[in-house]
Each structure stands twice: as structure tokens, then as C-alpha cells.
């Protein structure tokens, strides 16, 4: 298979937001019902502004709040409907119960999240927990490193959720200002290619006037766990699924995604790994680091849900020690939520590295290139470790 | 500059008076040349008045790197009570640019900024420009001008078609024309 070139034409200037909200102008969806919050706010305003100029065709349902949002957007994709909304934070938190009744009514809604930490303390900066927390909700879930990525993966979400193997509702972040706020050059895609690469949305079962079914039912212990297995392989099939709409999106633009993206990997003996727009630094690190003598790689996870745990294990089988960044909480836990699926899925593997866990840029705290070098060097001092290496976190005020 | 070929620039002026419009015309100039950028507020809430920033990091080349701007190249202030009131020189490089928006001579500038570092000054008096071109003291697009001059870090005419493209009509062709007096005014 002949690889277009890289993309040619102009890029555009856009913010994250901007670059998700023309996106999904150019995507037209039949239905979208957002609240506002910050760092979303821009996608939201600039998509209504779309509404109101007549360049989309979309319903735009304005509600009282993000639990209202996520149930407008269940109704109006029982209908058949292709649906989008935007979130964040404490908008995703109050969404949280009906995520899980898109998931299970096989809702193929998109969400984009930018990506902010969640109160208390009040907070409207960057960090993925807003998302991580959402991993058992059934959704797919995916990350952002750039603009342009975003841009893609408002695209590629439709793309993957709609397949008729899958029929799942799928997120994507970007982090929050470094990303959401912030212009970049982005190769546009025009309505040409969205009607190609989407083609209209088809549900079985579309509930809809002259067509009564029931959907969003009551399942006890007769059948409740008949229903979750079926999720669960909606999830097996997106994996193969999503590798596909990866290849097709990169044939028709040039840009081409992995689930996981090795960096500098071939000679690696160490590596680290991380999701969303750390991913960026990280790969200027890893240059940076190379430029010394140092044989250091770099793992971007861009597919968060389903984990791509076969991938993962394959891309680090050669590599001695990892040092997974989070940049998203769990307390109590074995580590925070990259570092635990990572681990967990090397653990049956026989060629696999020592992992060690770094937490960083909560809060939206920047995550310097000298964070991430000390990060590195800490990776290579743990490295051979008899004992388990508590995770460390990084930057913080001493 | 925190790799080869980046250019870091950080604007300051206070809430409303353009500075992240001016971080991201910068920024779109860029594109216009094919160069690689990223354009930011500093992030949080803003408040009309205050002081704040706007950041541009521009490449000739590709890059990857998205923290924010702690060691900028280049300075650039927008708004003239801010010089002697605010510590405009954190993180700003040895060897670094300074353009700023002022009346006064060179010799007081200098005294008044409090920059210790080794840096270089350049100044125009963007308020006087704003005034007579725009009817309004907003310099963001008139310290564009003086950044282009001295830096050449984008080159003027994308400045100007990026200015135009962002303002249509009569507003663009003003700021364009004050854009190009502060660029044979900076000294």
C-alpha cells in the first residue's frame, strides 16, 4: 500500500478548542448538547456560532446542566442520530451516571474533554484525571498530544464508535490550556472528506416515530451480566477496529495514528511513556537525551480505552526499565492509572522491563524539560531494583 | 531558546489591550511563511487591567516541545506603566531582546526596567502611534511592527497580511499602517 505524503496545503492557525469545534463543523453532526465550563467553554461557543451562521446544519440543544447534556445526547442517539458534545472536569463528574447508560445502550455519541483537574481544590487547569476516572464507564476512550491531533481525533472518534462492531461511545481529551488555549498550525479537512470517511450513521434499532422500540431497559441477575459481556466485546472488537480507522484516516490525509506510538525506539534500553500533550515534550526530551549518548526511547498511549495491552508489551519487550508519567490521580492505588494497566499488562509477558511510576503536571504545574530529564536519570538509577520503587512525584514545592 | 531554531517570545501588557491577539498574530504570520508555532495566554482567569502575558514560540522547523515559555529570547511590553512596576525580566535570557513601548529616552528606560541581565534595548513610542493611527492607545499590532524590525523573526508583510486577515476592512488598513510606522520608528 502506497503512504500519501505528508499532508500539503496551508495549515491554519487554531487553538485546541477551535481546532475540535471546526472539526465538528466540518462533521456537521445531527445533534449537539454541551454545557459550558472551562476549558471547554471555547469549543462549545464557537460550535454554536456555527449554529447560528447556518454553517452547520446541527441541532443545537442548549441545557441546564452537563447531567442534562449527556442525557440529551443518549435520547438523541437512540434516534439514529450522529451526536457530539464537549466537556470537562466537573462537567464530566456530573455527566458520570449517564456515561455509563450510553456505554450500555451502545450509543456511539463523541465527547471531547478537555482535559482539567478536578475540585477540590478548585482548579481549572490541565490533568487527565477528568478522563481516567472515567475508564470503567465503557466508553472508548482516546488522547491528544497537538491540535492537530484533536482536530484528527474528533474524526477518527465518529469513525471508530459508529463501526457496527463496535457501537460505543468514545471520549477524547486534550489538555486543558496547553492545548485547549493554545494556536498551532492545523491541516484542515473539508466536508468532502467527512462525508467519505463518515458515511451516514446506521443503528439497527433507531427509535424512532413509527418505529417504537425500547432501549435503556431493566436487566436483573437474569440478564444484567449478559448485557456488560456484550460491552466487553464491543471493546475486543474496537481494538481491532480502531488500528483500521487509524490506517484509513492516514491514507486519506497523511497523518497516521497508533494506538501506541514508539519514538526513538529502535535501540532503546530505556523508555518512557505517557498520554496527551506530555507526550510532546517527552519526545523533544528523548532528542535531546539521544544528542548525549543516551539510548532512550519514547511510548506516546494514545488509546487509553480500549488499553492496548498486546501493543504495549510488544513495543517494550527489548527495552531494561520504563518510567511511566501520569499526569492523572488515583489514591490508595498501586500507582496512578497509566502505571497500573501498563504494569499489569507486562506482568504474564517474559521478556518485559521494570516499570517505575512518576507523577506529574497536576494542577496544570508545568512539567519542565528538566523534570523530565530528572525523571530519566531516576529511571536509570532505579533500574535493576530487588525491591518495588515506590512512584515519586515530580516538581513538587519542597 | 530551548532547542535549535526556537524562537521564544513573550509579550506584556495588561488585560485588553490585545496582548494574547498580539502573541497569536505573531503566530499566524508564522504559518503564512510555513513556520511551526504555538501561541498561548498565561493561562488562567484574566482580569481587564492587570498585568499579563501572551507567549509565541516559532521554528523554522517542526517541533514537538509543549511546555510554556519560562526563558523567552524576546521581550516585548506593550503598555509603558508596566516598566518599574513589574519584574518584566524573569527568566528573560542572557543575550536577550528587549522592545519596549516608550516615550522616555533610552538612558531611562534602562534605569527604570530593573533587568539585570546582559540584554539588548530597543524602544518606540507605540502609545503616540496607537493615538494617531488607531484614535486609541492599543499598541498590540504597532509593537508588532518593532518586533519584526528588530528580530526578523517573521517577515513584515505576513505581519500585516496576518493582521489584515484577522481585522477586515478599515480597522486592518489602520493597524497595517501603524504596524509599518513602528517599523521604521524602534530605535
Known amino acids: ?398 | 531558546m530551548v532547542g535549535d531554531n526556537i524562537t521564544d517570545i513573550r509579550f506584556h501588557g495588561r488585560g485588553g489591550q490585545g496582548v494574547v491577539t498580539a502573541s497569536r498574530i505573531a503566530a499566524e504570520a508564522a504559518l503564512v511563511e510555513d513556520k511551526y508555532v504555538h501561541a498561548f495566554p498565561a493561562f488562567g482567569p484574566e482580569r481587564a487591567g492587570a498585568p499579563i502575558e501572551g507567549f509565541t514560540r516559532i521554528s523554522p522547523k517542526a517541533f514537538t516541545i509543549k511546555t510554556e515559555i519560562h526563558y523567552p529570547d524576546i521581550i516585548v511590553i506593550l503598555d509603558p506603566t508596566l516598566i518599574g512596576t513589574v519584574n518584566l525580566g524573569k527568566g528573560l535570557k542572557e543575550g536577550g531582546i528587549v522592545i519596549a513601548n516608550f516615550a522616555g529616552s533610552m538612558d531611562e528606560l534602562k534605569s527604570k526596567i530593573g533587568i539585570k541581565q546582559k540584554v539588548t534595548f530597543y524602544k518606540v513610542d507605540a502609545t503616540k502611534i496607537a493615538n494617531e493611527e488607531l484614535g486609541r492607545p492599543i499598541t498590540n499590532t504597532v509593537m508588532l511592527g518593532a518586533l519584526v524590525k528588530i528580530t526578523n523573526v517573521v517577515e513584515i508583510d505576513n505581519v500585516c497580511e496576518a493582521t489584515a486577515a484577522r481585522f477586515p476592512g478599515v480597522i486592518g488598513e489602520k493597524n497595517v499602517k501603524a504596524i509599518k510606522r513602528a517599523y521604521e520608528e524602534v530605535q
Not at chain 1, 118 to 123: A, R, T, V
Not at chain 1, 228 to 252: C, H, N, S, T, W
Not at chain 1, 320 to 333: K, P, Q
Open chain 1, 1 to 398: 500500500m502506497t503512504k500519501a505524503k505528508v499532508t500539503k496545503g496551508k495549515r491554519i492557525g487554531m487553538t485546541g478548542d477551535e481546532a475540535v469545534a471546526n472539526a465538528a463543523a466540518v462533521i456537521n453532526p445531527d445533534v449537539v448538547a454541551a454545557y459550558p465550563i472551562t476549558p471547554q467553554t471555547i469549543i462549545v461557543e464557537h460550535f454554536s456560532d456555527f449554529v447560528h451562521d447556518g454553517e452547520v446544519d446541527t441541532e443545537f440543544v442548549c441545557v441546564e446542566s452537563e447531567h442534562s447534556a449527556m442525557s440529551a445526547c443518549v435520547g438523541a442517539s437512540a434516534t439514529g442520530a450522529r451526536v457530539f458534545t464537549a466537556s470537562a472536569s466537573q462537567g464530566v463528574a456530573l455527566m458520570f451516571e449517564i456515561l455509563f447508560i450510553a456505554s450500555a445502550s451502545r450509543l456511539p455519541i463523541v465527547m471531547s474533554v478537555a482535559n482539567r483537574a478536578l475540585s477540590g481544590p478548585i482548579n481549572i487547569h490541565g490533568e487527565l484525571t477528568d478522563q481516567t476516572v472515567c475508564r470503567d464507564t465503557g466508553w472508548i476512550s482516546l488522547f491528544s498530544e497537538s491540535a492537530q491531533e484533536a482536530y484528527d481525533n474528533t474524526f477518527l472518534a465518529f469513525k471508530i464508535g459508529e463501526h457496527p462492531d463496535v457501537s460505543l461511545p468514545v471520549m477524547f481529551g486534550l489538555d486543558g490550556f496547553i492545548l485547549t488555549h493554545a494556536l498551532e498550525g492545523v491541516f484542515p479537512l473539508d466536508r468532502k472528506f467527512s462525508k467519505d470517511f463518515l458515511p451516514e450513521r446506521e443503528m439497527v434499532h433507531p427509535t424512532i416515530p413509527g418505529n417504537p422500540v425500547s432501549s435503556g431497559l431493566l436487566a436483573l441477575p437474569n440478564y444484567y451480566m449478559e448485557v456488560k459481556y456484550q460491552q466487553e466485546l464491543a471493546m475486543d472488537a474496537a481494538r481491532k477496529v480502531i488500528p483500521k480507522a487509524f490506517e484509513e484516516f492516514g491514507e486519506k490525509t497523511g497523518r497516521y495514528y497508533k494506538s501506541v506510538e514508539g519514538y526513538q525506539m529502535e535501540d532503546a534500553e530505556t523508555a518512557l511513556v505517557t498520554m496527551g500533550a506530555l507526550s510532546g515534550t517527552t519526545k523533544f526530551v528523548v532528542d535531546k537525551l539521544r544528542k548525549e549518548g543516551e539510548k532512550v526511547g519514547m511510548i506516546k498511549v494514545k488509546t487509553y480505552r480500549p488499553f492496548p495491552a498486546d501493543d504495549l508489551a510488544k513495543a517494550l519487550k527489548d527495552v531494561d526499565a520504563v518510567g511511566v508519567i501520569d499526569r492523572d490521580l488515583t489514591f490508595g492505588a498501586p500507582g496512578a492509572a497509566l502505571y497500573t494497566d501498563l504494569k499489569t499488562s507486562l506482568y504474564d509477558y517474559k521478556d518485559r522491563p521494570q516499570v517505575f511510576g512518576y507523577i506529574a503536571g497536576i494542577g496544570g504545574r508545568d512539567v519542565l524539560v528538566k523534570d523530565y530529564e530528572y525523571i530519566y536519570k531516576q529511571v536509570l538509577k532505579n533500574k535493576g531494583a530487588e525491591k518495588a520503587v515506590p512512584v515519586e512525584w515530580i516538581g513538587l514545592r519542597k
